[in-house]
């Protein structure tokens, strides 16, 4: 079974510094996606980021971006310039359309706190 | 175009009760995913409605169900309920099963407490 584990249950930088947060999973699947969602305090679940495995270059949006090393099944995000309304728990998740039948497997999530 | 809709925000019940909370999707999206969210358990996957059929179904009691009707909305029921059963409980909706790719759309959740 597919296992999504974050290591860091919580995180704080100052504004404006860069923050890495960690993710890996467990697949035996070649083909798959994986996502980085963040929840800010009372506020409803986004999409941040989102990598499709059999793509080789990190996606990127704007000052969030990823690093996606297949072999060692390791999802990171980066977020550069960090900024107070990054403050949010962040969830990685991974989905494979067969193994997974679409659902999302979700880790356990960063809660990431930006101090002015 | 307007977000994912859930009602109610917030309610208490007690031990025992029976609640329904509902969610209305993006205009155009037929899938529905419910989650439960605790501090202990994180997100913990319910079940999903596209096209008004149940096409999966998380590891929770018979007590928690759900149905989708032929707008696409959504209803999950939770019966006898337990003190456990607090939590914030989250609607996500997608085009596609499963968004296809992945990429769901959130609810601002309805957080049940129950006493």
């Known amino acids: 079974a597919q296992t999504v584990t974050q290591s860091q249950p919580e995180m704080s930088v100052q504004e404006a510094e860069t923050v890495t947060l960690s993710c890996t999973y467990d697949?035996?699947?070649?083909?798959?996606?994986l996502f980085w969602y963040k929840q800010p305090p009372s506020r409803q679940m986004i999409l941040v980021i989102r990598?499709?495995?059999?793509k080789q270059q990190n996606a990127t949006e704007n000052r969030f971006s990823v690093n996606f090393q297949k072999a060692a099944k390791s999802f990171s995000l980066k977020i550069s310039d960090s900024q107070l309304g990054d403050t949010a728990m962040y969830f990685c998740?991974?989905?494979?359309?067969?193994?997974?039948?679409?659902?999302?497997?979700w880790g356990a999530g960063t809660k990431l706190i930006i101090k002015p | 175009k307007a977000g994912v809709t859930q009602t109610p925000r917030y309610l208490i019940k007690t031990r025992g009760q029976q609640v329904t909370l509902s969610c209305s999707p993006i205009?155009?999206?037929?899938?529905v995913s419910w989650y439960q969210q605790t501090p202990g358990q994180g997100l913990q996957f319910l079940f999903e409605?596209?096209?008004?059929?149940?096409?999966n179904k998380g590891n929770f009691p018979g007590r928690f169900s759900g149905r989708q009707f032929s707008n696409s909305r959504s209803e999950m029921n939770v019966s006898t309920l337990e003190l456990g059963d607090s939590a914030l409980y989250l609607c996500?909706?997608?085009f596609g099963q499963g968004g296809l790719s992945g990429e769901l759309f959130f609810g601002e959740g309805s957080r049940l407490t129950v006493l």
């Open positions: 996500a909706s997608s």
């Open positions: 998740a991974f989905m494979n359309p067969v193994s997974s039948n679409y659902q999302l497997i």
């Open positions: 697949t035996s699947e070649s083909n798959y996606y």
């Open positions: 205009s155009g999206h037929r899938s």
């Open positions: 990598q499709e495995a059999y």
């Open positions: 409605y596209f096209s008004e059929t149940q096409r």
